[in-house]
């Protein structure tokens, strides 16, 4: 099963509004990063929040951390059509080896419309 | 080179044939990634090196997939007897250090058409 879920799975906005996408995981985590893929290809990193916090920025973007409900939120402000892209969460889950991975979520398509 | 590479970048073969998938990691970067995208989904974990560690090969789909590592950089990804629905876009990935869930940087990907 997926560790991460975002939601909404689509979402389309006008250019200028702001975009909050949301991500649900299962398991504890030590941290959860966010992505953008554009076109189906590579992913870009955007932003990594430790468990340990609750809030972080990075110019146009905010994102919030809940471990207590397990979520966290992306928000684009001021989104411009340049944003347009898929956008996954990406948790790392705490365990006592060495080996670790990312789980990835299965993605919101956003779509900013001039 | 600056970022992840991956060859070839699209592979068009037929049903039952094996391909192999190659990638050339950041330099000096110790753990490495593979994941598998189908046409509009989320990134499926396939396998995961670290250094001199035994791989992590827990999301490999069957025995007809299998990845090796050379010499701590280059991998290939093989998929022997490949099935219409192994079709995916295949994504490497490497991160500099061991850790948990360092940031990961992705090649552009190899698109994988079995006809």
């Known amino acids: 099963s997926q560790q991460g879920e975002e939601d909404p799975q689509a979402l389309s906005i006008q250019e200028g509004e702001n975009a909050t996408m949301n991500c649900s995981y299962k398991t504890s985590i030590n941290n959860l990063q966010w992505y953008r893929q554009n076109s189906g290809r590579g992913l870009v990193h955007l932003i990594l929040?430790?468990?340990?916090?609750r809030e972080k920025h990075s110019g146009r973007l905010r994102v919030t951390l809940d471990t207590s409900k397990k979520s966290s939120s992306l928000l684009i402000t001021a989104s411009r059509a340049a944003d347009t892209a898929s956008y996954f969460c990406a948790t790392a889950r705490m365990n006592t080896g060495t080996a670790s991975k990312l789980t990835f979520g299965t993605g919101t398509r956003l779509q900013v419309t001039l | 080179g600056a970022g992840v590479s991956q060859s070839p970048s699209n592979k068009v073969t037929e049903k039952g044939k094996d391909v192999e998938l190659r990638c050339d990691p950041i330099s000096g970067h110790t753990a490495l990634y593979w994941y598998r995208q189908s046409l509009g989904q989320g990134l499926e974990f396939l396998i995961y090196?670290?250094?001199?560690?035994?791989?992590?090969k827990s999301g490999l789909p069957s025995d007809r997939f299998s990845a090796e590592r050379t010499g701590g950089s280059v991998s290939t990804l093989t998929i022997q007897r490949t099935q219409q629905e192994d079709s995916a876009v295949y994504l490497c990935?490497?991160?500099?250090?061991?850790?948990?869930?360092?940031?990961?940087?992705f090649g552009e990907g190899s698109w994988l058409t079995v006809v």
């Open positions: 990935a490497s991160s500099p250090r061991q850790g948990y869930g360092n940031t990961i940087y």
């Open positions: 929040i430790r468990s340990n916090e």
């Open positions: 090196f670290q250094g001199n560690s035994a791989p992590d």
